[in-house]
């Protein structure tokens, strides 16, 4: 699954957005790919201004005064709904962003919700998140600029050939940033989005990690 978005900021601090995502999709040896169009920015900068107007600053301090951040069901619905927040970056953690044929991981420091994710289906949260407002454009940017970073990092290990490969190297990197037990819980199906392979390829590839080691005795033993 590869997804790139281009964001281009002018020298006013209003966002001119260049969105080209394409899905490629690989079920273990079958594959399914569906190219999206590039958006005319345009159209792109239109839609990132009639959303600020919908959504205000004043809203989205409002929304996370009352929001539940433990409830995933209230997450998805606030940034489906347009309000840009980004995950502490102080935080081990972060979110999953399910949505109709790939996922996306949004870790410390990334934007979520915006123009970015009206598509979002669901949400899975990773270790103790707790989500901010930007302040500033210049906040909002670097946000942007995270989550960017985030998709490429995925991306590099879609672009290896072999599922087992791809499942065994999502799996490793999640362990370097959170523990065993919070990895546990995350759902197979969710990590096979983030790097497009089937559940069962994930499940294998987590047993084949933690499978103990075999002590081999020797004569001297």
């Known amino acids: 699954m590869v997804v790139h978005h281009c964001i281009k900021m002018d020298s006013d601090s209003h966002q001119r957005v260049s969105a080209v995502s394409e899905y490629s999709h690989e079920l273990d040896g079958a594959h399914h790919t569906a190219a999206k169009a590039p958006t005319d920015p345009t159209d792109a900068t239109s839609r990132v201004g009639a959303l600020w107007q919908r959504v205000s600053h004043a809203d989205s301090r409002q929304l996370l005064s009352t929001l539940d951040q433990t409830n995933p069901d ?11 927040l980004v995950v502490d ?7 999953i962003i399910l949505k109709e044929f790939h996922a996306e991981f949004a870790g410390p420091g990334a934007a979520v919700g915006g ?3 009206e598509d979002c289906q669901a949400v899975i949260i990773i270790g ?3 989500l901010m407002l930007p302040e500033s454009p210049d ?6 600029k995270i989550r960017r970073q985030w998709i490429r990092l995925a991306q590099q290990f879609t672009d290896h050939s072999l599922p087992t490969e791809r ?3 999502i799996l490793n990197q999640f362990e370097i940033y959170f523990d065993q037990d919070t990895i546990a819980r995350v759902p197979d199906a969710a990590f096979a ?3 497009g392979v089937l559940p069962n390829t994930i499940r294998l590839s987590r047993r084949s990690l933690h499978k103990p080691s075999l002590k081999v005795r020797t004569q001297a033993d």
């Open 167 to 169: 499942a065994r190297m």
């Open 139 to 144: 906040e909002r940017q670097e946000a942007y």
């Open 115 to 117: 123009l970015f994710d």
């Open 128 to 130: 103790d998140s707790c």
């Open 193 to 195: 989005q983030l790097v």
């Open 89 to 95: 970056r102080k935080r081990r953690s972060g979110l």
């Open 74 to 84: 209230a997450i998805a619905q606030s940034i489906r709904s347009g309000h840009l």
